[in-house]
């Protein structure tokens, strides 16, 4: 099992005169847990395969149409989009850069990777900055990040479960 779940509420092992029927419940979420955290590097996995496919689609079409032809479109297409446009608007590069690939299907995983590659904080170990215009600056780029790779999965999850 992942070193990391073992921490899973390991506390009750810890409990005086905790019994093996009590161990053993928490043995099986232990499980579950286990099971959770392997079907989301699968989902991982099959958005890496979706990116992919993404790429084999795009050698296709410029095998059928010309650069100009497919500019246009995507061009086109960046104006009626919300998310490119969002993305746009990030002022900071490494953010922008990191939200570029934000397709409003991400997985929470992805949003969090976008987050660590985004370099969202910066705080370097001091905290948040005392210069309020620094301090504005980590807020700017929490918020984009927030509207353009969080939400969008937290809406699709929460939709997710409203569906089951």
Do not use: C
């Given at each position: ?25 928490r ?40 650069a100009?032809d ?42 969090l ?52």
């Amino acid at each position: 099992m992942n070193g990391a779940n073992e921490l899973y509420l390991r506390w009750v092992t810890l409990l005086p005169g905790v019994d093996a029927g009590m161990l053993a419940r928490r043995q099986a979420l232990l499980t579950r847990a286990t099971v959770a955290t392997e079907v989301e590097v699968d989902a991982l996995r099959l958005r890496q395969e979706l990116a992919a496919g993404e790429s084999e689609l795009l050698a296709e079409v410029t095998k059928r149409w010309g650069a100009g032809d497919i500019l246009r479109a995507a061009q086109a297409e960046a104006q009626r989009s919300p998310l490119s446009r969002a993305v746009r608007q990030v002022d900071d590069l490494t953010l922008r850069d990191a939200l570029k690939h934000m397709d409003g299907l991400q997985l929470g995983v992805e949003a969090l990777i976008a987050f660590d590659a985004g370099q969202v904080l910066r705080l370097g170990g001091a905290g948040l900055p005392s210069d309020p215009e620094q301090l504005a600056a980590v807020v700017q780029r929490v918020l984009h990040w927030w509207t353009i790779a969080a939400q969008p999965a937290l809406v699709r999850i929460a939709n997710s479960k409203t569906k089951n």
